[in-house]
């Protein structure tokens, strides 16, 4: 969790030490990115790396406004 508040994330980061939650959602790249709705639902999913990631999750954030 240091990286996490040395960096200031304002949104919650899960820690899967144990890999329970990556095996219960499929999770097989690393990064795996989840955006989930106001509703707890999985809105979006992304695998691997990706340049655009920040863009694509500000346009998901609005989209779910």
Avoid: C
Avoid at 41 to 64: F, H, P, T
Wanted: charged share 30%; no cysteine.
């Amino acid at each position: 969790m240091e990286f996490v508040e040395e960096h200031g994330f304002a949104f919650p980061v899960l820690i899967d030490g144990k890999g329970k939650v990556s095996h219960g959602f499929g999770v097989d790249a690393i990064p795996r990115v989840f955006v989930i709705n106001k509703d707890g639902k999985i809105a979006a999913v992304y695998s691997g790396y990706r340049e655009d990631i920040e863009e694509v999750l500000l346009q998901d954030i609005e989209r779910l406004r």
